[in-house]
């Protein structure tokens, strides 16, 4: 049910429990028509009023999902629209599969075949875990900004968590911060570079997708922080419409 459907049940039930139905059973010649109940009320809203979503058709599951495995559903939406534009069908050259284009060989860390990695839930799941799993292999610093988690956190699942552990293992030994995403963003920058991928320190080579995978970062944070706008946005409506029947409710009691 939609946040939208909700409030409009929960309207209902209160208006019926407030006035206790009367003016909903009396009829024009007096006679008493056949009580309904509170239940049956909202289960004729849910009925009558259509299920909406904000972000995509796909809210219900980044929601539940996002719960079940301690992810923001906003940010995974956001990772969403810019992996598959939310097609759940789509295969990539590359091989990665559906909304989260997930690669064949995560699905193996999780026992997850790819035949399953289609389902848009397994799919979906399958990001959490993943992004869950980023950040414990990254040990961000308690102090680390949520801008600079979340940008590296990104970049680790565009780029991948090697190229990102070499970026940052370059800038600490430099003296500089390994929890800065403008900081590892340079560093990845430099791993083009051969005086700098054939030192020691980097383990996983050259690095030749930086330009991409930092736009990746600054696209899906930009549209994250727009569907937080709109969620917010939609969030003050729907409390300004309660409380606005609420007061209409109560001026035609007195």
């Known amino acids: 049910m939609s946040k939208k459907t909700l409030i409009f049940s929960i309207v209902l039930i209160i208006v019926a429990t407030y006035f206790g139905f009367d003016l909903l059973s009396e009829d024009l010649d007096g006679s008493t028509a056949p009580s309904i109940k509170p239940h049956t009320i909202a289960e ?43 097609r759940e069908d789509v295969v990539s050259k590359s091989g990665a599969i559906g909304l989260m284009q997930i690669m064949p060989i995560v699905g193996r860390q999780f026992n997850v075949s790819r035949e399953a990695i289609a389902d848009p839930e397994t799919n979906v799941r399958l990001a959490g875990k993943l992004l869950r799993q980023i950040e414990k292999t990254l040990k961000l610093h308690p102090s680390t900004s949520q801008n600079d988690r979340i940008s590296i956190i990104l970049a680790c699942y565009n780029g991948g968590v090697g190229h990102v552990a070499d970026a940052r293992r370059l800038a600490k030994s430099n003296g500089e911060d390994p929890n800065s995403w403008e900081v590892v963003a340079r560093y990845l920058k430099l791993k083009a570079d051969p005086a700098i991928y054939q030192s020691d320190l980097v383990r996983h080579g050259r690095f030749t997708g930086s330009r991409q995978t930092i736009a990746y970062v600054r696209e899906v944070i930009e549209r994250y922080d727009h569907y937080r706008l709109v969620v917010d946005h939609n969030d003050a409506l729907m409390a300004q419409d309660a409380s606005r029947v609420m007061r209409d409710l109560k001026s035609f009691a007195r």
Do not use: K
């Open 44 to 86: 004729m809203a849910t009925d009558n009023v259509a299920d909406s979503w904000l972000i995509s058709s796909y809210d219900e599951l980044m929601q539940r999902v996002g719960r079940e495995e301690g992810q923001d559903w906003l940010l995974m939406s956001a990772i969403a629209y810019h992996e598959s534009r939310f």
